[in-house]
T-cell receptor
Framework: DTAVSQTPKYLVTQMGNDKSIKCEQN?????MYWYKQDSKKFLKIMFS???????INETVPNRFSPKSPDKAHLNLHINSLELGDSAVYFC??????????????FGPGTRLTVL | AQSVAQPEDQVNVAEGNPLTVKCTYS??????LFWYVQYPNRGLQFLLK??????LVKGSYGFEAEFNKSQTSFHLKKPSALVSDSALYFC????????????FGKGNQVVVIP
């Protein structure tokens, strides 16, 4: 059983398009995250949700909109894609809300390429 | 603000030799420190973490790390490296008031030479 899964694994699209990435966790965790890994492998948090409530919203362009329909799912919608959005996007989850000692478990990543 | 520094870009080590990957941190308050490993085209896998207690933490695949408060360091170690340990290693830190916010270092590429 895959603990944290993401779809699609690869996404190639044109500038200006709108796209979504989906994430699901079957661990029963309360908190989910989106991270962006750039071409230099630098990882930065974008958003986190506790039980469908937005907790962390880093300085991310408002073209990026997370949506959490339930605590097992966190999707990322990106409007008007730009070349600089090309990156690997990782979803993660951790057991408890607000527990900074918790281990975060990562999905396999979605490689987004904007042409 | 919380941050970690991984000073080396790449660590080369011969198979069978000890492996050390360095990490220093900067936080206000007590740090919670983590090591993750990323294999090519894969997600991050958790190796170990320090929350409190014994400064020497043992983790997966024979890795361990030592928390040193005076040097604000949390170096990752393995007594005898394997070729399969070749990967990208990330140190990360969070704090009690951080809302689970993990700040990652830039990563260290480890190359184990047969």
């Amino acid at each position: 059983d895959t603990a944290v899964s993401q779809t699609p694994k690869y996404l190639v699209t044109q500038m200006g398009n709108d796209k979504s990435i989906k994430c699901e966790q079957n661990l029963g965790h309360d908190t989910m995250y989106w991270y962006k890994q750039d071409s230099k492998k630098f990882l930065k948090i974008m958003f986190s949700y506790n039980n469908k409530e937005l907790i962390i919203n880093e300085t991310v362009p408002n073209r990026f909109s997370p949506k959490s329909p339930d605590k097992a799912h966190l999707n990322l919608h990106i409007n008007s894609l730009e070349l600089g959005d090309s990156a690997v996007y990782f979803c993660a989850s951790s057991p408890l809300a607000g527990a900074s000692t918790d281990t975060q478990y990562f999905g396999p990543g979605t490689r987004l390429t904007v042409l | 603000a919380q941050s970690v520094a991984q000073p080396e870009d790449q660590v080369n080590v011969a198979e069978g030799n000890p492996l050390t990957v360095k990490c220093t941190y900067s936080v206000s308050g007590n740090p919670y420190l983590f090591w993750y490993v990323q294999y090519p085209n894969r997600g991050l896998q958790f190796l170990l973490k320090y929350i409190t207690g014994d400064n020497l933490v043992k983790g997966s695949y024979g890795f361990e790390a030592e928390f040193n408060k005076s040097q604000t360091s949390f170096h990752l170690k393995k007594p005898s490296a394997l070729v399969s340990d070749s990967a990208l290693y990330f140190c990360a830190v969070s704090t009690y008031y951080g809302n689970n916010r993990l700040a990652f270092g830039k990563g260290n590429q480890v190359v184990v030479i047969p």
